[in-house]
């Protein structure tokens, strides 16, 4: 079994080549949940979400999240009622793009929640629904919001992580964030982990994306007790994230924007970094934050190329592992 560590976009992507690689029913992508939000009465989960139609060949590659082929005609007609919205009101909010054929999903989602199942169950529903053979579990099925203080015209202002993800553009400095509820989270796949011939951490954001999973409680121990098989793979690439905010936001909380920066956070629980060839003038860096290094062309351009990474990043997380699983 291959447990991946999972956050949205990066992972998604990486997750596609992987089964191309290996017999996708012996995949499971944990993924992050403090991303998670509710608007409209709707429970949305981006990252589980962008996993699952993007192994289903179904995401819109441009945006890389929600649906292709997508039509926005119920947001479109959300404008009729800002005129109307008294003062105060939160009804109708019209910063996060919900397409009408992703609507489908949030209302199964929403529904199966308020009959009273588990996020673990709705996941692998919705997973099933979309003919996946890979395993979808979220971190958590106990609720993980990551918040993001941000400076607002100045003013430290703390909000949810949409908040600052999709309304405030990702355009505001960064001063802290962290996971509440995450200390009494229970995660849904420590045995899986220990009983996972290797763990690879996804090319996620490895502080909003990787860390609300390795906030919750035994995740960090039971990485470490499995080290020598866990392999990361760099989102960080010649100083900048392939997408999103990763690398301003490391920065920002005082860590290093590059591949050095991401084996001093990844050294306690990975044994592997896989860093591209750009980067391949900082490989003993790397190796001197305790990691072995692995350069390889990490731009998921193509499923071919990430399958390529997929085999190189197995590869080097088996060489880890003491004996087989
Ligand atoms: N990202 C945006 O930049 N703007 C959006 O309006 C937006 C809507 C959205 C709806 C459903 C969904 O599953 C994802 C969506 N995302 C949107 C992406 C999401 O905010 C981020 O990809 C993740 O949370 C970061 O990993």
């Keep these: 079994m291959i447990t991946v560590l999972a956050g949205g976009v990066g992972a998604a992507r990486f997750l596609r080549g992987l089964v191309l690689a290996v017999d996708p029913s012996l995949v499971t992508a944990v993924v992050n949940t403090g991303d998670d939000t509710e608007l409209h009465g709707l429970s949305i989960s981006p990252d589980i979400d962008t996993v699952t139609y993007t192994v289903a060949g179904a995401i819109d590659p441009d945006r890389g999240w929600g649906l292709a082929e997508e039509s926005w005609i119920a947001m479109e007609n959300l404008a009729r009622y800002a005129a109307v919205r008294p003062v105060g009101s939160g009804a109708a909010p019209d910063w996060f793009n919900l397409g009408d054929r992703d609507l489908a ?56 992580f949409q908040e600052y993800f999709v309304k405030r553009r990702h355009a505001v400095p960064v001063t802290g964030i962290r996971f509440d509820g995450a200390e009494h989270a229970r995660p849904t796949f420590v045995d899986t982990i220990n009983s996972s011939e290797v763990v690879i951490i996804a090319p996620s954001n490895p502080l909003v994306s990787i860390g609300p999973i390795r906030a919750l409680d035994g995740v960090d121990r039971a990485l470490t007790a499995n080290r020598e098989r866990v392999a990361a793979i760099s989102p960080i690439v010649a100083g900048s994230a392939l997408k999103g905010p990763a690398d301003r936001m490391l920065t920002e909380l005082g860590f290093e924007a590059s591949v050095v920066g991401v084996a001093r956070l990844y050294a306690p629980v990975c044994a592997t970094l896989v860093i591209d060839e750009r980067d391949a003038d900082r490989r003993t860096e790397v190796e001197d934050c305790g990691v072995r290094c692995v350069v390889t062309d990490t731009i998921m351009r193509t499923p071919e190329v990430t399958r390529a990474l997929a085999d190189i990043t197995l590869t080097a997380a088996r060489e880890g592992a003491p004996h087989g699983r």
């Design 105 to 160: 999903t949030h209302f199964y989602r929403t529904a199966r929640l308020t009959e009273g199942a588990t996020l673990s169950e709705v996941t692998d529903e919705i997973a099933r629904a979309w003919g996946l053979d890979v395993r979808v579990v979220p971190m958590t099925d106990d609720r993980v919001r990551t918040m993001v203080d941000i400076v607002d015209n100045g003013v430290v202002t703390t909000v949810g």
